[in-house]
Structure formats: C-alpha cells, structure tokens
C-alpha cells in the first residue's frame, strides 16, 4: 500500500511541476494600465516611499523597457490611447490631437466625437461618444475577433477618450459625467446602462469622496522630492488664492466642475479603479473560459500634472497614493484570478513638460510661445505679400492651415504660400523649425523631430505648416503646465509587462509605444492589429 500512496505523490507532484513549467496558453484576463501623463522616472523618483505590492512590485516581478517613447508628435492623450492599442501612429490611425481642424466642416473636431449616437446614464452633452474618427483595430478587436466575439473588452477612464479608443470598435466603454457624477456611456456600446453599472453609480462614490479634505497621505514637510507647497508656479483652484494643502473639497466643488473636481484629486484614481472591480465583477471578466480585456486610464494624474506640474507636492502625493491602491489592486487579483494567471501592462499616453516658469526661475532656457501674437503676424505677413483677406483658416495644434479657396481665388501657390510663410515663422523666438505640407508628403524621413512629425502627419487632416518650437518653450500661458512635443520630458514613458509568461527583469534597449500591441499579439497568438507598425518586444516574449 506505502508503494501505491509514493508512487500517486510522485505523480501528483509531477503534475503540479509540469503545470508550473508549462502554465496555461493564454491568460484568464489582460489588464491594460495607461497613467495618463506619467513620466518613467516617477517609477524611482518615489521610489522609497512606494509600498512594497504597488509599482515596486510591476518594477520587481515585471519586465520594464526603461527607454521606451513616444515615436510620433504631437504627444497628446487621444493620439497616445490610439496608439498603444493600435500599434501604430496617427498618421495611419488617424487620431492625430484630441481636437483638430477640419477644412470641409470650418471646425474643430474632437477626437472621440460622434453626433450619431447619444447619452446612455450621465448627461446628454457628454454621450456623443464612439471610437469611430480611429481607423485602424486594436489588439482589444483583434482579441474579440480571435474568439468569434466570445472575449469581453471594457474600457473603464474618468476621460471618455481614455475608455472609448483602448476599447477599440467592438468593446464596451465607460466614462465619468463631471454633472451628474455618474458612470455613463452612449448608443454606439449599449441602449441602458447595465445593471452592475447603475448598481455602481447607486452607491455614490463621488460624493463620498468629495465629502472631505484632501491632504498629505504623509506629513507635508517630508515630501522632500518635490519643490514648496507654496509657490509662484502651479495653478490654484478657483477660489484659492495659492495652491497649497490642505484643499477642502466640499467647499471647492460649486465653484470647480461641481463633481469634475475629483478628477484632479487622486480619489479620481480610487474612483476608477473601483469602476474597474464592478467591471470584473459584473461582467465576470476572466471568468467565462475565455481571454477577456480590461482597459484602466488613469486620469488624474494628467489633471493634477497640468495644474500643479511635474515638481508639486500635490503630484508627489497622486503617485504615493495611486501606488497604495495599485497594491491593493493586484493582491485582488491575485486572489481572484491566481497570481501568474492574469497579464498586466502599465504605459502613460505622455509624459509632460516642466513649468515654463519654474524653468526659467532655475536659469534653464524656456519661455511661452504666444500663439496669437504670431497668428497675428502670419495674417499681416500673407496680407502684405499675397492681397487683402483672411489667409490662415485655422493655427492648432502649432499647425497652420493656409485658406485653399481664398488662394485659388487670388491664384497663389499653396506651395509657394507654405515655403514663404515658413522661412518668415522662422524670425520668431520659441520657433525652432518649420516643415511644409508639401514636404511631409513628397520626403521620407527617418530621423530626428521631422521623422516624429510625419509619424504623426495625416494627408487628409493635418495642416500646411507644422512648428517645431524649442526645448522647454510651451504654447501655454497660465500657470501649471502641458505636453505635447516631441522631446524626451513628452516623449518617455514607461512600459512594463507583469504576470503569466512574463520574465522578470529589465532593458535599456529603446523601444516605441506601438510595440505593445505587436508584443500581446505574440504572446497571445492572435493577429496583429490591422494597421500596426511597432514591433514585439523581444525581451517579453522569449
């Protein structure tokens, strides 16, 4: 009897050992984690002070490409969405700003807007919603595609651009109403909100969290990797005369996007991620045999980035926090899921600039670029040179649109307009170069910063002109910050991999956004996105 009970221990054990050299061919569930407008050095920048399951543990048990960028301008959060789960850049995805000029329309468009569908939930003016202006497919399609639709997509953002695009054309997406406080989403996913999101939005979170102050997780004078609380830099809420802690919530709503306001306080983190665990719940996400998606943006961070900058105590202490609730995140996980069962990846859709401001107070050239100062000079110089009208139609984007009709009238070049105008732009302090139309569509270029403007070039949408300004020159005016270029403070961000097949370690090497699609593809042998031009990471997937 000893001799039947070893030998079904040794077989048991054999199984269970086999089991952990050769884990499951695809995971229960892929998380994708993009923190809007974060930096690859917050990763060491606070380190010290991280818990020990939160980013410590994606640096730890992760695979992180620590020069990854951004290999297209203009570095913005519905570009960055687009292409990470495309695979490739705006200039075949066609998401090429979050707003941008139309000639045909005489407007600005947004990126996610779509005027056939409406409100689910939320509020009317924020539901025309759909990912339908991107034109490429992500890896959350291709994943539906490669199970006959059996795998589930949600994307879960307080943006509505930072659920509708990682969700693709075939997932689901919900976003937060700044007026009624609410998780909503339009006709383009669903006709009534699901019951798990109602019960959700039932239990009202926002106001829970709005109800108190927001103060320094640690005491404030220890926060001593980010510059005074008390300075001339970062922008103050309405109704402050100074952008210092603490900040009394309740008092501060009426007057600031009434519940917007989490969204620039690190609750917007809590708040999201607790509209991702009814997710997983409620859809049963990883649960049903299949391979199922969950998109997380993590907003905040850009709101509290663009007001306070990369250097205030208020950022220090999103990342504090957001590392706390990342912690607890993924010990859920791993309880409901197993802990080499689910795969993770966390990128940011941007980095960001310092204050301009800031800058220059430490003796680094930077300066603000005056946009309307020099749409001013242009209109003058065209005027002068070409005969009375109004020649630019439209300067966004630090692109300039040249008025087509107007030119034809007159029976002036495009071309020579383009090449003028862009040697006269050249006078101008904070322009550091010029590239026409005309060239983006006639050269091919594989270096520098007109490499990255043509990788993020449309033929049919983008403008005659497009600016390059100099390093740490911004087209901003008001306090706090913003992002956009293609220089490394915009452009690098982090990538790192965690969980089922993932190895531990960490590379140098330089990699792109648009490989982290290329790369899931790989690991879960499914078609690459349809208009992907990255590549798979290497070191991830052998």
Known sequence: ????????LLFSISIQTLAQNHPA???????????????????????????????????????????????????????GHASIYTGTTPATHGIIANNWYVRNLGRMIYCAEDSTVQAVGGSVE??????????STTISDELRFSTNKRSKVVGIAIKDRGASLPAGHMGDAYWFDSNTGEFMTSTYYHQTLPDWVKAFNNRKLPQKYLSGKWETLFPIETYTQSIADNN??????????????????PALMENNDNFG??????????????????????????????????????????????RFGPTSVELEDNYLRLDRDLEKFFTYLDKEYGKDEYLIFLTADHAVADIVDYMLSENVPAGNFNTRFILTQMRGFCILNYGEGNWISNFSNEQVFI???????????????????????????????????????????????KHLLQMGYNHKASGDLLLILEPAWLSSSWKGTTHGTGYTYDTHVPIVFMGWNIPKGE????????????????????RLPNGATGQPILEVIQ
């Open 126 to 135: 924020n539901g025309n919603i759909s990912p339908r202006n991107m034109y």
């Open 403 to 449: 008025n087509y009709d107007l030119a034809k009238e007159k029976g002036v070049s495009i071309e020579k307009i383009q090449r003028e105008l862009a040697d006269f732009l050249l006078r101008f302090d904070g322009i550091k170069e010029v590239y026409t139309a005309t060239d983006m569509r006639r050269l091919d270029y594989q270096t520098g910063k």
């Open 1 to 8: 009897m000893k001799k039947y009970i070893g030998i079904i």
């Open 232 to 249: 001339d830099f970062e922008g103050p809420f309405i109704g402050m005369e100074s952008s210092t802690f603490p900040y009394d919530l």
């Open 261 to 306: 306001l989490i969204a620039t306080t690190p609750f917007g983190n809590s708040l999201t991620l607790e509209m991702a665990y009814a997710a997983l719940e409620g859809e049963k996400l990883g649960k049903r045999g299949e391979t199922d998606l969950l998109a997380i943006s993590f907003s905040s961070p850009d709101y509290i980035g663009h």
């Open 25 to 79: 061919k695809k995971p229960k569930l892929v998380i994708g984690i993009v923190v809007d407008q974060m930096r690859q050095e917050y990763f060491y920048k606070f380190e010290a002070r991280y818990s020990e399951g939160g980013f410590k543990r994606l640096m730890k048990d992760g695979f992180m490409m620590k020069n990854a960028h951004y290999n297209y301008i203009p570095t913005y959060t519905g570009p």
């Open 507 to 526: 590379s140098s090497r330089y990699v792109t956004i648009t490989d982290i699609a290329p790369t899931l593809s790989m690991l879960l042998n499914i």
